[in-house]
């Protein structure tokens, strides 16, 4: 009957657990087998809360105490589910518990399991619903700013740990207090956030790249824009750089022309005192007026006598003065010792530099007169080193210059195709002599002092009287038909020389007005000539970088002196005794005569040697240049 009870009994529980099953309660019991076999485990193992165990029998009373324990097995069950239910929810628990709402050690880590410390790693706390997504383990997201919290050694995301702690003031782990101050930032690589889940798709991706594309586009549209602007700025900095230079160079040449101007000021202060022209002068009373030619005046007895007489004086006094050398001349020796003494720069303007010709006073050498291409002409006394005199009235470069020998007068000839006749004391024009066409290319003075003779373009050569300005006679070679370069007087003054374009060198009859000889020889045009005072011999060149001398009284070369390759000679003279022979062009070059050698060579000019002159007795040479300066040379 016991036994029979009991399978009754055994049959009614198997009913019921067959029924709880059938109502749904599967997965109650699987969570609680699960929860039995953790709770055996620690008994199992530590062998103390196991109890001694009832002897076994058999019969109903085995059977009995076989029962009991699944009886209390599922009180037990029944009390624990209970339980569970009672306990409160793990995100509001002060401590981290189990998935069986057990609180865990060592901050919320299970032994063995990956959140384990004994793993090297820190197991994200429970969210909580006031502050989602504490922790990077949680988020799945790699912190932007992470510290740590030294109360609990867990890594955070700072905003949301501040967050939290503004609303609770304790680490979510354990609850202890935890203020914003105690946190510690952890400096790291700033990380490339992967992107969400939502942008791996195909049409995310060709999104995204469309929008990258569209933001280079736009960046690209930028730089080019910028890069106009870049390039508009840098010219209009380059337009402005090259006018200030414009205006720097303009304010420099103004600057250097208003210092010469001042220079030459200077020295004109109270130095020349206007004083009477002499009755010996022209008359000016047409001062600065052109005289109209006309009718020529023509040479009259009285002038042809007045030149002859003049000849016969001069032809005495050289046959007296014979062969001898005047003792004050400076020997050769002495003379290949010179060397550069002084050089002025100040005497033209630097606006159009160049000092085109040169001359010195006959009777006082140390006044110099020169014409320069800024269409002045200058008088400069060289012991005093000052300016005596300014002249201006030429419309274009003066090109030829003559002093007086006896009067403060100088002339001055130009391309503007005038002679004008200057009063030194008084820095004025008395006499505009217009005698010619075309440039005035050469001038000369007769050993009278009373007339002029002047070449020109024009191709023709005139005659005139400087008291008067009128022009006694004026002659042209119908046969050449050549524009004249240059013209020079013979000591004498009965015959001249004239240069022409066509390499030719004629020697005219001034009584006559016919020409009386033709040296040919040279190849370009004739640069200058120049009469010994001997009156034997004659110096000629051209641009064929040669200086030939001729004899007068043979009409033959007997001298040619071959110069450099492309050596220009744009100035020849014989001292007063006609022992030493000047050239100036590319240098300046002394020669002595009869021996015709080269005993002295000057470079100290920088640009072409214009004009060469001697002083007197040699006791100095004198020379100009196209570099603006006057310069000097003795021992």
């Given amino acids: 009957m016991a036994t029979a009870a009991g399978g009754r009994r055994r049959a009614v529980h198997a009913g019921k657990r067959r029924s709880r099953r059938r ?10 087998f699960r929860f039995r076999r953790r709770r055996r485990r620690p008994r199992e193992r530590s062998g103390a809360a196991r109890g001694p165990r009832a002897p076994t029998g058999t019969g109903t009373g085995a059977a009995d105490r076989k029962g009991e324990p699944e009886t209390a097995s599922e009180g037990q069950r029944d009390r624990n589910r ?111 956030r992967p992107k969400p889940p939502s942008a791996t798709s195909i049409p995310a991706i060709l999104k995204a790249l469309q929008d990258e594309w569209d ?62 022209v002499p009755s010996a002068q022209p008359n000016v009373a047409g001062a600065g007026e052109a005289m109209d030619l006309g009718e020529l005046a023509g040479m009259t007895p009285e002038i042809i006598q007045k030149l002859q007489d003049k000849a016969t004086v001069l032809t005495t006094e050289r046959k007296k003065r014979g062969k001898t050398v005047p003792e004050e001349l400076v020997k050769p020796e002495e003379l290949s010792k010179y060397r550069q003494v002084a050089s002025h720069v100040g005497l ?28 002045n002409v200058i008088v400069f006394d060289k012991s005093s080193e000052q300016i005596l005199a300014t002249l201006k009235g030429h419309t274009k470069k003066v090109t030829s210059v003559v002093f007086h020998p006896s009067q403060d007068l100088v002339f001055s000839a130009s391309p503007d195709a005038t002679i004008r006749i200057w009063s030194v004391p008084n820095a004025s024009c008395v006499q505009v002599v217009r005698a010619h066409e075309g440039s005035v290319t050469g001038l000369s003075l007769h050993a009278t002092g009373d007339y002029l003779l002047s070449s020109s373009d024009d191709q023709y050569w005139a005659f005139s009287d400087i008291q008067t300005g009128r022009v006694l006679t004026k002659v042209t070679d119908e046969s050449s038909g050549c524009a004249l370069t240059c013209a020079q007087f013979h000591p004498d003054g009965l015959i001249f020389g004239t240069g022409t374009m066509d390499s030719q060198i004629k020697i005219w009859d001034l009584k006559e007005r016919t020409n009386v000889a033709n040296f040919p020889g040279h190849s370009g045009p004739i640069t200058s000539i120049a009469f010994s005072e001997n009156g034997y011999y004659l110096a000629t060149a051209a641009d064929d970088s040669s200086v030939k001398l001729w004899d007068l ?32 062009g590319t240098d300046v070059q002394i020669y ?43 021992l």
């Fill in 348 to 375: 033209h303007s630097a606006s159009i530099p160049g000092i085109l010709a040169l001359d010195l006073c006959p009777s006082d050498t140390n006044k110099i007169l020169t014409g320069g291409a800024d269409k």
């Fill in 553 to 584: 009284r043979k009409l033959k070369n007997f001298k040619t002196l071959q110069l450099d390759n492309n050596f220009e000679v744009k100035s020849l003279i014989f001292d007063q005794s006609g022992t030493y022979l000047a050239l100036g």
């Fill in 592 to 634: 002595i005569c009869k021996q015709w050698t080269e005993i002295l060579h000057f470079t100290e000019h920088s640009g072409l040697t214009t004009g060469v002159a001697f002083g007197h007795h040699a006791k100095f040479i004198a020379s100009t240049g196209m570099d603006r300066s006057l310069k000097f040379y003795s």
């Fill in 82 to 192: 209970s339980a569970a239910t009672a306990r409160p929810p793990p995100w509001r628990s002060s401590a981290p518990v189990s998935a069986a709402g057990r609180e865990l050690p060592n901050g919320g880590s299970q032994p063995g399991s990956p959140g384990d410390h004994r793993a090297g790693s820190s197991r994200a706390p429970v969210p909580v619903p006031s502050c989602p997504s504490l922790s990077p383990a949680v988020s799945n997201e790699v912190p932007e700013h992470p510290c740590v919290s030294p109360v609990s050694n867990h890594v955070y995301e700072r905003r949301l740990i501040e967050k939290y702690i503004a609303e609770n003031g304790t680490d979510p782990v354990n609850n202890q207090p935890l203020s914003e101050e105690q946190l510690i930032d952890i400096k790291v690589a700033h990380p490339i």
């Fill in 215 to 276: 933001a280079v586009m736009l960046h690209s549209f930028t730089l080019r824009q910028q890069l106009q602007t870049t390039r508009q700025e840098l010219s209009h900095a380059l337009y402005q750089h090259d006018a200030a230079c414009r205006v720097i160079a303009r304010l420099t040449k103004e600057v250097t022309a208003a210092r010469e101007a001042l220079a030459t000021l200077k020295p004109q202060a109270g130095l020349i005192v206007p004083q009477a």
């Fill in 23 to 32: 109502g749904g309660e599967r997965g109650g019991c699987r969570e609680r």
